[in-house]
């Protein structure tokens, strides 16, 4: 492939595996981090980066045209818990920085775009257990709203120009290569940090709380493989699924690996967002369409996440 491409949000926790895993199979120079603020070392060091403010349209387009960017991979995001105290700069941030980048694909100067969505998306209306590809979305949160509304905007481009962007609804995305980015998932990252550093931890959800989980690796595998398959026909943000656990049955596994760590509960404002959002999701479209499926499970993605803190099991 000679496409380059744009990652922007590479300092976040998802942009930052993007760019290492897009910068291996298509080689450093041709992959472009960009983002508001400075990343980690290995994505400053490895390739191209760009100071870029995704709200700023001028700024954007003198980037891409400085690397012929064909393809962006739009990552940058207000998350859901900072969102609900920022509702305007929330919608203004996740909305105007998508229609900066489909106005690229509109007017022809860019071919392709992914853009991530959520589980977010879904509200109490939705069905809790094996949540449908197509099913009853009333988010109530600032952050389901802009993603909702995002994905009937990438939608509309297509249908009416012809772009080509594509978007998976991510879960929780645990990783520790960065820290989290305030989202109402966020426990099952931190609770990594504190099981090895103090050995116990507080919950801001409840010990039932059941969400839909996802390692890390096998949200980038996603993201890659949908950008990989043919043009699509039509614009779908497609459900993905890995697994789903409770901060109770996610210490339980933690314990077997750290005997003395101890879990507490004290939920916060981010109770009321989980309980809006479903327990499972049903991801047999994106699996029937493009052949995904996730491969890490609750115990490889503990014993990943306490051996890249530098624990020893």
Not at 184 to 197: L, S
Request: with cysteine.
């Amino acid at each position: 492939m000679d496409d380059k491409i744009l990652i922007i949000g590479s300092s976040g926790q998802i942009g930052t595996e993007l760019v290492l895993k897009l910068r291996k199979i298509y080689g450093n120079e041709n992959v472009i981090a960009s983002d508001i603020r400075k990343g980690n070392y290995e994505v400053m060091e490895s390739g191209p980066f760009e100071l870029l403010d995704v709200m700023n349209k001028n700024d954007i387009a003198e980037v891409v045209e400085k690397y012929e960017i064909k393809q962006v991979y739009l990552m940058a995001a207000m998350l859901s818990a900072i969102a609900e105290r920022n509702p305007k700069k929330a919608w203004d941030l996740n909305m105007n920085s998508l229609f900066n980048i489909l106005d690229l694909a509109k007017d022809k100067i860019i071919d392709k775009i992914f853009w991530p969505s959520s589980i977010a998306v879904f509200g109490p209306d939705t069905p809790k257990m094996n949540t449908p590809q197509n099913t009853v979305i009333k988010p109530t949160t600032v952050y389901g709203i802009s993603k909702l509304a995002g994905e009937n905007w990438c939608a509309y481009y297509h249908k009416k120009y012809g772009v080509d962007v594509r978007s998976v609804r991510y879960p929780g995305v645990i990783s520790y290569k960065t820290t989290p980015g305030g989202g109402t998932t966020d426990y099952a990252v931190e609770i990594f940090y504190e099981a090895i550093r103090k050995k116990c931890y507080k919950s801001f959800l409840t010990e039932d709380t059941t969400l839909p989980m996802m390692y890390m690796d096998d949200a980038i595998d996603a993201t890659i493989k949908l950008m990989q398959v043919d043009k699509n026909k039509k614009y779908i943000s497609y459900n993905i699924a890995a697994m789903s656990f409770s901060p109770k049955e996610l210490s339980k596994v933690i314990k077997k690996y750290v005997p003395d760590f101890e879990m507490n509960y004290k939920p916060d404002s981010r109770q009321e967002i989980a309980d809006s959002w479903p327990q499972s999701i049903d991801d047999s479209k994106a699996n029937k369409d493009w052949n995904w499926k996730a491969k890490v499970d609750i115990d490889e993605l503990v014993r990943s996440m306490l051996q890249g803190l530098h624990y020893t099991l």
